[in-house]
């Protein structure tokens, strides 16, 4: 890899699909919410072996309204024990109902977790973070025209769900929060990113 490479136009900038042929597959480890898996691969050079999470797939939502001429967005503040870190999030979820469309399980979570209806949504970005280790894509969504669940028709809470700070927060702000560090998680800063890139684009 040297500056001799060559330049790519702009639609060789794609991800190729295309599984490679697998010797051996076993589950490595069995958990509560996801295995893991080991797989012998055939790759250029000959046989790998690669160990990866098996994952459901996920959904995130940037729920966005208009509030005195500045666009807000809504975030929720989670206890994450990977990384040992309360994270200002975005609503999300597993896509772990069977056969449930992406933006089906979007209109759920949001609704579980912001008490949130909205009437329009639009396909934001869809991504893999960390293709190394799992097999996880997460397809996020942006919903306008937002209104509140009522109150009698409202998901219950239960354990660390039942006391998540949220709020809104200006969409500059949490751009501004992505590019000076102030928050590191995926979906929440991919997301603002690429609605505030769409918006300067018109």
């Not at 012998?40 to 959904?59: C, K, S």
């Not at 912001?114 to 894509?137: C, I, K, M, N, Q």
């Not at 025209?145 to 998540?164: N, Q």
């Amino acid at each position: 890899m040297t500056l001799a490479a060559p330049r790519l136009g702009p639609d060789e900038l794609r991800d190729r699909p295309g599984r490679r042929a697998v010797r051996r597959s076993e589950v490595a480890m069995r958990g509560a919410v996801w295995n893991v898996h080991r797989d012998e691969v055939e790759l250029d050079d000959g046989p790998a072996t690669r160990e990866y999470v098996h994952h459901t797939g996920a959904v995130a939502v940037l729920a966005v309204r208009e509030d005195r001429g500045a666009r807000e967005i809504f975030v929720i503040r989670q206890y994450r024990h990977p990384i040992g870190t309360e994270d200002w999030e975005i609503p999300a979820g597993l896509l772990d109902v069977e056969g449930e469309p992406p933006e089906e399980a979007a209109r759920r979570e949001l609704a579980e977790e912001a008490d949130l209806r909205a009437e329009h949504w639009e396909p934001l970005v869809s991504f893999t973070p960390s293709p190394g280790g799992l097999d996880e894509t997460i397809h996020t969504f942006v919903a306008t025209g937002l209104s509140d669940v009522p109150v009698g028709e409202r998901h219950a809470r239960e354990g660390e769900e039942a006391g998540m700070p949220s709020g809104w927060v200006t969409l500059a702000d949490a751009v501004r929060a992505v590019l000076g560090g102030q928050v590191h998680n995926g979906p929440l800063m991919l997301s603002v990113l690429a609605l505030a890139r769409r918006l300067e684009r018109g």
